[in-house]
């Protein structure tokens, strides 16, 4: 079968067909325009047909992939972590802001893949970061992008704060679960196949929010600063929030489509 018949019949995305065969054709996109009627062989053609397939039952096409891009970083993921999202390289732009201006010990909450623990150190290397998650299969997968990428980041399997001693940071930075357990966007697009622990925070959304808001100024160093992603109708609950527990300096920001979806504060006490 040519490289154009495969294509056409593959009963997906045409965009995601031709990243598919590209990726495991190891070709750029735009070779296979100029090549639609060169044949596919084999194993080529068997593991194409097992990927679309892969697709057409729903599973994201990073999972199929194996990987989603990520600032300047290819980062391995699977069905144990969220895929990463553009809007968290939102908050990475603001976490490194906050390491320019003097943070140097940087704590990820909720790791998943890693993103933005190594986006953070690999951006700024002479940064010191931490990254807790409470699922060990998430912490080997960003354990694995860490090798990969030969970024050092101190890794922890942690229930948010709970093995952290008595340690403090400059920064704490995180991307928590904040849907809510009975939003409908739970079962549209790539959601139903993420981990309902990387994508949930309780029947409000808010509760994993809270409670790092709740625990975060014993880790956090005087002048230290705490910075969340959120969903985009939470920025006022989380500025409530950190308002109530004392955080002062508190603001949100926008992410490439123009909504609120990061809210940080300074603990000053
Ligand atoms: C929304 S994902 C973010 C992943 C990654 N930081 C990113 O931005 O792509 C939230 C992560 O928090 C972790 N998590 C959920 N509950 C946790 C808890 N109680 N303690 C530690 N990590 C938790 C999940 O395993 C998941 O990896």
Redesign the pocket.
């Known amino acids: 079968m040519t490289v154009r018949e495969l294509i056409q019949q593959a009963r997906i995305d045409r965009f995601e067909a031709e990243i598919l065969l590209a990726d495991i054709l190891e070709v750029e996109r735009a070779w296979l325009f100029a090549h639609g009627e060169d044949s596919v062989a084999e194993p080529a053609l068997a593991l194409f047909i097992d990927h679309a397939e892969a697709r057409q039952n729903g599973e994201p096409l990073a999972y199929v992939l194996g990987y989603r891009d990520?600032r300047s970083l290819r980062l391995g993921v699977n069905c144990?972590?969220?895929?990463?999202?553009r809007e968290?390289e939102h908050?990475v732009e603001w976490a490194i802001e906050r390491i320019d201006a003097g943070a140097r010990r940087v704590l990820?909450?909720?790791?998943?893949?890693?993103?933005?623990?190594l986006a953070c150190k690999s951006e700024r290397p002479d940064a010191m970061l931490t990254?807790?998650?409470?699922?060990a299969e998430?912490l080997a997968c960003a354990v694995g992008n860490a090798r990969s990428l030969g970024v050092q980041v101190e890794w922890l399997k942690?229930?948010?704060f709970?093995q952290l001693g008595g340690a403090q940071w400059d920064l704490v930075v995180?991307?928590?679960?904040?849907i809510s357990a009975s939003d409908a966007h739970l079962k549209q697009g790539d959601l139903p196949a993420e981990?309902d622990?990387?994508?949930i925070g309780g029947q409000t959304g808010l509760e994993?929010i809270e409670?790092i808001v709740e625990h975060a100024p014993e880790y956090l160093v005087s002048g230290g600063w705490l910075l969340f992603?959120h969903g985009f109708d939470q920025a006022d609950a989380v500025t409530a929030c950190m308002q109530y527990r004392g955080f002062q300096h508190i603001s949100s920001r926008r992410d490439w489509s123009g909504q609120p979806r990061m809210t940080g504060g300074q603990w000053l006490h």
């Open positions: 990520f144990h972590v969220l895929i990463p999202r968290t908050l990820d909450l909720g790791t998943g893949s890693g993103a933005i623990a990254a807790i998650d409470c699922s998430a942690s229930q948010w709970e995180s991307n928590p679960p904040y981990p622990s990387a994508l994993s409670h992603e």
